[in-house]
Structure formats: structure tokens, C-alpha cells
Nanobody, 124 residues
Framework: QVQLVQSGGGLVQAGGSLRLSCAASGSIFSIDPMCWYRQAPGKQRELVAAITRGGRTNCADSVRGRFTISRDNAKNTVYLQMNSLKPEDTAIYYC??????????????????WGQGTQVTVSS
């Protein structure tokens, strides 16, 4: 009933920039929060940044000052602007969202949904 579709990513040289987008669609009542995670080869998935519906943000120390998370509530979309990219930022990036879903009548349920993942590669 709910899908998260990512776009953006790719190959960039160190110092460059990329922008990721993630759009949620379906029977959505609300989404809070929306997040970006990443997983590098041989490493655990880690939280990169998160943003609440009200716009409060949090990000990992490793990306603070370089990455910016934002969202458009009207479009149910979250963005990750990545500047001053480093080779160690190379990973598969996933968006995630805690979604309250409308079902039949006034019924709802809440669960986490994930995007399909997108590769970000930063060359030195």
C-alpha cells in the first residue's frame, strides 16, 4: 500500500555533490520521521540523517556540515543534499520512513518502510 521510491545517486569525484530524493506514495495518513541510512561494503547500516514532520533534523557526526536533509510534506518526499563528498561516503543509501497508513474506514496502522537503495560512489 505504501512505496518509497528513491532517485539520484551515482558516481562523483571527491569534493563533488549529489542530491538524493525519496518519494513516498500510497494510502498515507502521516510520515514521521523520514530518514536516510547508508551501508558500505562490509559495514553495518548506519543512520545518516533524520527529519521530523516539523522539520527537526539530526545527522551523524561524520556528515555534519556536509550533508543536509530536508523534506516536502506536501509531496511526502525527503531529500539528502550531499556536498564535499569523500571516498568514505561511498555506500548504498536507503531512505526510510515511519508511516501511518490509512486502511479501511478510520483504521490505521504504523510501520517502517524502506526505499530500494541507491549506490553513491565517490572516487578519490
Amino acid at each position: 500500500q505504501v512505496q518509497l521510491v528513491q532517485s539520484g545517486g551515482g558516481l562523483v569525484q571527491a569534493g563533488g555533490s549529489l542530491r538524493l530524493s525519496c518519494a513516498a506514495s500510497g494510502s498515507i495518513f502521516s510520515i514521521d520521521p523520514m530518514c536516510w541510512y547508508r551501508q558500505a561494503p562490509g559495514k553495518q547500516r548506519e543512520l545518516v540523517a533524520a527529519i521530523t514532520r516539523g522539520g527537526r533534523t539530526n545527522c551523524a557526526d561524520s556528515v555534519r556540515g556536509r550533508f543536509t536533509i530536508s523534506r516536502d510534506n506536501a509531496k511526502n518526499t525527503v531529500y539528502l543534499q550531499m556536498n564535499s563528498l569523500k571516498p568514505e561516503d561511498t555506500a548504498i543509501y536507503y531512505c526510510a520512513a515511519n508511516v501511518t497508513v490509512r486502511t479501511y474506514g478510520t483504521s490505521r496502522y504504523t510501520r517502517d518502510y524502506w526505499g530500494q537503495g541507491t549506490q553513491v560512489t565517490v572516487s578519490s
